[in-house]
């Protein structure tokens, strides 16, 4: 799993999970939700997201690397 696949399932995961706390327990988990969202449009323009630096500590791989061939 490369940083960019780990990013987008944690961002997908945390949705639906707070959306289904959200229609089980509190409106308030829908913040979260939102927080997500919020997080997910700043990374697409700064090319940054907080999750990237820890899978990237976990040893995950950018999806470019190794794709030129080694050139």
């Known amino acids: ?3 960019e ?3 987008r399932f944690l961002a997908g995961a945390l949705i639906l999970i707070s959306l289904a ?3 089980l327990y509190s409106p308030y988990w829908y913040f979260f939700t939102a927080f ?4 997910l449009f700043q990374s697409s323009l700064t090319n940054w997201c907080p999750a990237m630096l820890i899978f990237r500590k976990f040893g ?3 999806a470019s690397c190794g794709l030129d061939g080694g050139n």
Do not use: C, R, S
């Open 36 to 39: 997500v969202g919020v997080n």
């Open 5 to 7: 696949q780990g990013v």
């Open 1 to 3: 799993m490369t940083v």
């Open 21 to 23: 706390l959200g229609h």
């Open 60 to 62: 995950m791989k950018d």
